[in-house]
């Protein structure tokens, strides 16, 4: 009996961290051209098993292992103290729920191994940036050669949904529709209250840290897809950056894939948390997208009240906080909770 070729490239074959078990999984959701179709990518801190210590260094056979025994879905990050794990591409989110369960559950038996544990945290409590260390990968050593210091500390760990929208045009209107947004997407999946073994104050302090990074925060104002690409052309023909994947806004269209990206959120510390934010950014964002005729440009108003709404996310954490968004339209203030119920009308 002969396999189809075919068949063969739509499955991923591997062990489970104990080697006991044989995983073959799909990968045909990786060419999935359904619209609206979704994958999650989270970040987690490797920690020293029995102190809960950040990671300073840590070998390659860990994540070759991880690597092995996910399918393929987990790969080093910037800092060695760092793991990630991407999702194939689903159209259900209970799929989504059940397959990041698998990679929690994966990569922290093979963490076990070398006497580590994952956390799922947007900051490490009590990690000292000042001694991270890059990850031996070509990437992420020019990154820090050219960040440095800012490169060090690094140290955050951030959830991103990638959702398929075809048409590039209004892929890009999405994107600035959805800026005001964002602030709501951060408020709910704070999980960063700590820095350096100090309480920050806030619930959410990653991006306060993270922004030190050049090109990140809220996406410029720009009018169209064609500012956007004068921008993304000039960067790389001064060598400012070597191509898209070097803007790290909280939110981004690509080029290279047909989808938007939410980089905003802290890393849930909770599996059905993550779910349910991305299921909500999947539906706003599909709501836009199929109501092209209210995709107007983002007012350079629009964009100050977001990245002044940003501020009062860091102190978010719970739907009724006392802090209040700024909205612009009403010229009034709202609560996360009520921000959240209005979507739902």
Known sequence: MRFDPQILKLLQVGLTADRRNLIIRSAAGRDDSSEYSFGIEEEYFLADESTLDGAVQTPNELFEAANWSTGGQAMREMLQAQLEVATNIHLDGRDALEELKFLRREVAKVASQYGLAIMASGTHPTAVWRQSRPSPKPRYQAMIEDLRTIGHRNMLCGMHVHVQ?????????????????????????????????????????????????????????????????????????????????????????????????????????????????????????????????????????????????????????????????????????????????????
């Open 165 to 345: 929208l075809p048409k590039a045009e209004r892929r890009f209107a999405v994107m600035q529709a959805m800026i005001p947004y964002i602030p709501l997407f951060i408020a709910l999946a704070t999980s960063s209250p700590f820095w350096n073994s100090r309480e920050s104050g806030l619930k959410g302090y990653r991006l306060a840290a993270y922004d030190e990074l050049p090109r990140t925060g809220l996406p410029e104002a720009f009018q169209s897809q064609e500012q956007y690409d004068e921008y993304v052309a000039a960067l790389k023909v001064s060598g400012v950056i070597p191509d898209e994947s070097y803007i790290w806004w909280a939110m981004r269209s690509s080029s290279k894939h047909p989808t938007l990206e939410l980089r905003a959120p802290d890393v849930c510390t909770c599996v059905d948390d993550a779910i349910a934010v991305a299921s909500l950014y999947r539906a706003l964002t599909r709501h836009l997208y199929e109501r092209p005729k209210s995709l107007e440009p983002l007012s350079i108003v629009d964009r100050a009240i977001a990245v002044e709404n940003l501020g009062h996310d860091f102190a978010a954490g719970n739907l009724d906080l006392p802090e209040m968004f700024v909205r612009v339209a009403l010229q009034n203030s709202f609560t996360v909770r009520r921000s959240v119920e209005a979507l739902n009308r």
